[in-house]
């Protein structure tokens, strides 16, 4: 009896401690628009205010300000799996925080492999250099 008791608790188990029989609830979904920079890395961005990100899933296209200057970059793929394109952008020579920062956004949007909106609502960018996290736009 003990031995089917074990067996019935460990069957509704995971070795993870996930429950297997209950799908996980779907997180917001990835709209197109405007989202303005908030982290890089974890870090607050320098111009949260001036650093946006915009979001065109039918062009397969990520564009926006680093704080700095504006840039673009298409994708190839779909935001759960994404090959990127070269970033290009304005050159406009900005102080050192603001360029060491941008420099910091194309490096992780050039690598980004995956685009999904986490449980906070906010957009997240990550890939196989780092990560970026906006907020929608007001």
Do not use: H
């Amino acid at each position: 009896m003990r031995t089917l008791l074990i067996a019935v608790l460990l069957a509704g188990c995971s070795m993870d401690g996930t429950d297997r029989g209950t799908p996980p609830a779907p997180g917001p979904a990835l709209d197109a628009g405007r989202w303005q920079l908030l982290e890089i890395d974890g870090q607050p961005a320098l111009e949260p205010a001036e650093g946006w990100i915009e979001v065109d899933l039918n062009a397969s296209r990520i564009s926006g300000s680093s704080g700095c200057n504006r840039f673009a970059v298409d994708f190839e793929g779909s935001p759960e799996q994404m090959a990127m394109g070269s970033v290009g952008a304005t050159k406009m020579l900005c102080p050192e925080p603001l360029m060491a920062q941008e420099r910091r956004v194309f490096e992780i949007l050039g690598a980004a492999q995956k685009m999904s909106v986490d449980g906070d609502g906010m957009l997240r960018i990550t890939g196989g250099r780092g990560y970026l996290r906006a907020v929608p736009a007001k």
